[in-house]
């Protein structure tokens, strides 16, 4: 039967093949869940891919890798873009999100399809694909946020968005309302991008739609502590490990990193800062532009610090779950305490202390609200190695005196 579907799928032309393909793959998901009982892996999907069906299929008829077809070519750009359309149109009809994410692993379950996986993201967030969007974000978690797949996943989305069409941002700030997961994956991923340090700072349009999102809706940060149905995780066939519950280990969310970008920001400013004050011959219409630009940059990043706090608050104090470790805040302070070093007569400096005052609540927030486990010494190990801040000061005599 396998050997007369294939047979059958290579008498068709492009881009017929590649339809009946993706309904021959589901087929062949479908009838082997019913042999395993619903759950579990399913026979034949997990040796090579000759031994494969579901995914001989994806490589000949989807990817186009292999053909045993004698006049076979490579598919021209018209025609991979085609392919796209047709998986974005396929997901998009696929209303079972158990046999979505079981497509989407034969599809990308292995890292060699990542360029299409990207283009196709990309084209999800334009048509709105709740399903495919879905599956992604469920990738994302599986893979890792911050790992590198993922990273590059939404590099691309940054770029076709924020920056190569500015005006495209548009797009992407509708994304909360087509996957809450995907956007809080999103997140995550872009200030592991962006670590806000050297010429790596996020691009203005990228921070200010996400302070947007933030602020709209401050659950939205914490929305990958809510785990994803178990029978959904089933479908990737156990691809990426013992990874059933991988919430009941360290959960990744933007929090952390979004407050990395707060607390340093100010600090990276006033660097900046300081090589203008030290350029010769600047005009007076080069400085108010740089006056201008500071002032936004600044503004966005002080409404940025207010959404996170709002999110750490909306935290259920009876379903609260850890999403900050002690490890991330000594890290934080080691990132600081470098900047701060750079910065004449800091303890006197606004940003300094800007800086120092948004550490001390983040700290205090995630430590009153659940979201981070600490020993009573660990804040004033913390404080050591920075300059003197009032706020900080009073949180350890309260810590001291708990």
């Known amino acids: ?29 479908s009838q082997g869940s019913q042999r395993s009982g619903g759950g579990g892996r399913i026979p034949g999907l997990g040796g090579s891919t000759s031994d494969n069906p579901a995914q001989q299929i994806a490589q000949e008829f989807v990817f186009f890798h292999t053909s045993r077809r004698p006049y076979h070519q490579r598919l021209s750009a018209i025609q991979e873009l085609q392919v796209l359309e047709i998986l974005c149109n396929h997901f998009h009809e696929q209303r079972d999100s158990k046999k979505a994410m079981a497509l989407f692993d034969v599809l990308f379950g292995n890292a060699g399809q990542l360029e299409v ?27 890792g946020c911050t790992s590198p797949n993922p990273t590059k996943l939404c590099k691309m989305l940054v770029d076709d968005y924020c920056l190569l069409v500015p005006s495209a941002t548009s797009v992407l700030c509708g994304l909360p309302h087509i996957s809450r997961r995907f956007t809080c994956n999103f997140m995550t991923s872009v200030t592991s991008l962006y670590p806000f340090s050297g010429d790596q700072c996020p ?27 178990k029978s959904v995780i089933q479908k990737t066939q156990g ?48 400085t108010e532009h740089t006056n201008n630009t500071e002032s936004k940059n600044l503004q966005i990043y002080s409404k ?11 935290v259920n104090p009876e379903q609260s ?30 940003s300094v202390q800007t800086a120092l005052d948004r550490l001390g609540q983040f700290f205090q927030v995630a430590k009153g609200t659940g979201g981070l486990q600490c020993d009573k010494g660990d804040l004033s190990r913390m404080c050591q190695s920075l300059p003197s801040n009032r706020f900080l000061e009073i949180l350890q005599q309260q810590t001291e005196a708990s």
């Open 1 to 29: 039967m396998d050997n007369l579907r294939l047979h059958y799928l290579q008498q068709l032309d492009f881009p017929e093949c590649t339809k009946v393909g993706l309904q021959h793959i589901e087929e062949y998901l």
């Open 117 to 143: 996986l990207c283009r196709l993201v990309s084209m999800g967030v334009a048509v709105q694909c709740k399903s495919l969007l879905y599956c992604a974000a469920i990738w994302m978690e599986l893979q």
């Open 203 to 229: 691009p203005y349009a990228l921070v200010e739609m996400i302070t947007e999102w933030i602020n709209k809706d401050p659950g939205l940060g914490l929305v990958s502590l809510t785990p994803a149905d």
């Open 239 to 286: 691809r990426y490990g013992q990874v059933a519950q991988p919430w009941l280990s360290k959960v990744q969310t933007p929090i952390p990193g979004l407050a990395h970008w707060c607390i340093v920001a100010p600090l990276t400013q006033e660097a900046i800062r300081a090589k203008l004050d030290n350029r010769h011959g600047e005009t007076a219409m080069e």
């Open 304 to 314: 940025l610090n207010v959404g996170i706090i709002q999110t750490m608050v909306s």
């Open 321 to 350: 779950k850890i999403y900050l470790a002690m490890q991330d805040m000594f890290l934080l302070v080691k990132t600081v305490t470098g900047l701060i070093q750079q910065i004449a007569n800091p303890t006197e400096n606004d």
